[in-house]
């Protein structure tokens, strides 16, 4: 009797799935912010979409992080459940500090390794999405863990291209100024491919833990 009134599982798949098509939102827009720069007119708008969907994603890790206080009998550790949410903000708010910096340095361009770094968040961001989506049921675990690997190999791709921009921007860039700016544009667009294996490696656990 005392079993059927406890609170069980509520609504944390669900609100995963949520928090998740935010994170793909939000890469998508900062991925086409990089791309169509130069278009003066487009760039205000995607920086208010990211701003949009980091607000929105706060919410729900709000609600998450209240259910997780009323739910006795959770789907899976309550740390973990806690790790997987307030990581996945992590990435949002990582890609909102990326378009904000952008607008606040007064950014003139971008570089294309600019662009293929918000391409590989955006990437990331996917299998992120592509894997929360298939933890409600743990016997597709292989498929879990190989958007895991995934991760894992895109977040060393981002690793190379920055290097790589890096180096072609401090032997070519004769603008100090502008070579400032990018520098700290390249590392943050690498750390959001950093906060996406940091997902990966909390959804690891999970698979491994519950599979």
């Known amino acids: 009797m005392l079993g059927r009134l ?3 599982e509520g609504r944390f798949f669900d609100l995963f799935n949520q928090h998740a098509a935010l ?11 990089m791309a169509n720069y130069a278009d003066l007119g487009a760039r205000q708008k995607h920086v208010d979409a990211i701003d949009s969907a980091e607000r929105a994603a706060d919410k729900i890790t709000h609600e998450t992080i209240v259910l997780l206080r009323q739910t006795f009998v959770t789907p899976f550790d309550r740390d973990e459940i806690h790790k ?5 903000d992590d990435i949002l708010d990582l890609i909102q ?3 904000e910096s952008a607008m606040l340095y007064d950014l003139q361009r971008v570089t294309p390794e600019a662009r293929q770094l918000a391409d590989l968040s955006r990437m990331c961001a996917d299998r992120v999405a592509d894997a929360v989506r298939l933890l409600a049921n743990m016997e597709d675990a292989q498929q ?5 690997e995934e991760i894992d190999r895109l977040e060393s791709d981002a690793d190379r291209v920055m290097r790589s921009g890096m180096s072609k921007l401090f032997r070519d860039e004769v603008d100090v100024r502008q070579l400032i700016k990018l520098k700290a544009v390249y590392e943050q667009l690498e750390m959001v491919s950093d906060k ?15 599979a």
């Not at 997987?84 to 996945?88: C, G, K, N």
């Not at 879990?144 to 895991?148: A, E, G, N, S």
């Not at 490696?201 to 833990?209: A, C």
């Open 6 to 8: 406890m609170p069980r």
């Open 23 to 33: 994170v793909v939102k939000g890469s998508r827009e900062l991925a086409d912010l």
């Open 84 to 88: 997987l949410i307030t990581r996945m």
């Open 97 to 99: 500090d990326v378009a």
């Open 144 to 148: 879990i863990l190989k958007f895991c």
């Open 196 to 210: 996406c294996e940091d997902v990966a490696n909390v959804i690891e656990g999970v698979v491994l833990e519950n």
